[in-house]
């Protein structure tokens, strides 16, 4: 009976210094916020900032850990498996989409943090552009389920070309006709990404379609209303159109290029690139410092606008830190430091950020419509916003929007047109680049050819000494 109550009560201790050590877990947990984010994507001294900031309005202590990712899928593989409990992330807008139909994400502006932040006077969410807002609402969700309650924008862009002005003109560019351009082979790199490359293809493809059926004039293209249906569209008819297409020009194509594609404009083995605006304000920015001229055009076809935000994952620990810190990044003195540092352009739009265009631009200004972003806070256009110098890299023209479509999570379509992609980047060798294989391996090949001939001939000489050592007459010794 004794041993039964020792055992009992190391039992209890035991349960005792399990739920003390969890509950010390969980408390040290809640200093800690996670942080995951885009490579190169933000001002990282705010994120010690934050930490000052937080204290002072809610008088907890925090903790930033930040980490970053390179690919959107490697992010959200890590989130679905349950493997990481992050606080705050920052998806793009075809992710953010799956990760709703998914029950992936937890809402940010609840009823309760809103009635917080606005009796501490520090409500910083209604400074992002009505807008992007607007483009928000068109990813897919659950029924009844609004996604402005479960993303808030961070930055926005293009998809377009960059193209060195020495040999390719803004005309020229204007057109997605340039990617098929046979006297720019191998001076082409395109981005490492699916989605980016087969909407506008999708669009151009079926610009060409229309124009030979009559349905447009030569110099008509598609409406806004049907570039956004397009956007759906990953129907296998859709997909094996894209696809011949892009086997056409990969012929030209000197490499699918995830971030270097930036460097080899700037030193021109490449003249011309698809790739996002935010990459191509830091390649025209680097390539002018070394007397290399590059531009950047939206093609008149149509293209791509495409949204990164931030959600809150449903594992995430510490809900109320990661609530502070989306707002904190909507303010628009944080807003103008970010843009600064990474080159990419923020959501929020208020009279600050407009007072700041001309100190934001790097290229060459042009005067430019952007009355559709910039809006006060009675929800009418800026004034001047309408007429406004400004990089048109940084921030297009309303008539460059009206042509761009949001991308959508394809779904189970998805493996399909991966598959495509990879059937399109599998065989893209250049005549060029096959050569140079051919000649690689040749070399490799008649190398270790050449180490066997010579390990023989070595082998050989070495048994010849041997022979010829026990064959001769050993010497007396004393």
């Not at 999708?202 to 806004?224: F, H, P, S, V």
């Not at 628009?332 to 352009?345: C, F, Q, S």
Request: proline residues 3%; glycine residues 6%.
């Amino acid at each position: 009976m004794k041993k039964m109550i020792l055992s009992l009560l190391a039992l209890v201790a035991v349960c005792f210094s399990l739920v003390m050590s969890s509950c010390s877990g969980d408390e040290e947990r809640m200093q800690i916020l996670k942080v995951y984010n885009w490579g190169d994507y933000i001002d990282e001294e705010l994120l010690t900032e934050f930490e000052e900031w937080y204290k002072e309005q809610t008088g907890e202590r925090v903790e930033v850990i930040y980490q970053t990712f390179d690919i959107n899928e490697v992010m959200l593989a890590k989130i679905e498996n349950g493997e990481a409990d992050f606080d705050v992330v920052c998806p793009s807008e075809y992710i953010i989409e799956r990760m709703m139909r998914n029950e992936l994400l937890l809402p940010i502006l609840t009823p309760e943090f809103e009635a917080e932040i606005n009796a501490r006077g520090i409500n910083y969410f209604d400074c992002v552009s009505p807008y992007i807002r607007e483009q928000f609402s068109l990813l897919e969700a659950p029924e009844g389920e609004d996604p402005n309650d479960y993303s808030v924008g961070y930055m926005w862009g293009t998809t377009g070309i960059l193209f060195n002005e020495r040999y390719v003109t803004a005309e020229e560019a204007s057109t997605w006709d340039l990617m098929f351009d046979r006297r720019l082979k191998d001076k082409i790199f395109v981005k490492d990404a699916f989605r980016d490359v087969y909407s506008p293809m999708l669009i151009y493809a079926k610009t060409l379609e229309a124009r030979a059926a009559g349905e447009l004039a030569e110099d008509e293209y598609l409406d806004l209303a049907t570039i956004r249906e397009l956007m759906y569209d990953s129907s296998d008819e859709s997909i094996a159109l894209v696809e011949s297409y892009l086997k056409r020009m990969k012929q030209l194509v000197a490499g699918w290029e995830a971030d270097f594609g930036k460097e080899m404009m700037t030193q021109e083995k490449a003249w011309i690139n698809l790739m996002w605006s935010g990459d191509a304000v830091w390649a025209i920015d680097e390539a002018t410092s070394v007397g290399v001229d590059l531009g950047y055009v939206v093609p008149r076809e149509g293209s791509v606008v495409w949204f990164d935000g931030w959600v809150i994952p449903k594992y995430a620990r510490n809900l109320r830190a990661a609530r502070y810190f989306i707002d904190y990044m909507c303010m628009p003195e944080n807003a103008i430091r970010n843009m600064d540092a990474t080159g990419y352009v923020s959501v929020i739009a208020t009279e600050e950020v407009f007072a700041e265009l001309e100190n934001l631009s790097c290229g060459e200004m042009v005067v430019s419509d952007l009355s559709y972003l910039f809006v006060d806070r009675d929800g009418q256009p800026i004034e001047g916003s309408d007429s406004v110098l400004v990089d048109p890299v940084l921030y297009p023209d309303r008539s460059v929007i009206d042509r761009c479509g949001v991308m959508h999570d394809s779904g189970p379509r998805t493996d399909k047109m991966l598959e495509m992609w990879s059937r399109v980047k599998g065989d893209n060798l250049s005549e060029g680049m096959l050569v140079g294989i051919i000649l690689f391996f040749s070399l490799l090949f008649i190398w270790g050819v050449w180490r066997k001939i010579d390990a023989y001939r070595k082998r050989q000489k070495l048994l010849k000494r041997r022979r010829h050592t026990k064959n001769k007459p050993q010497q007396q010794t004393r």
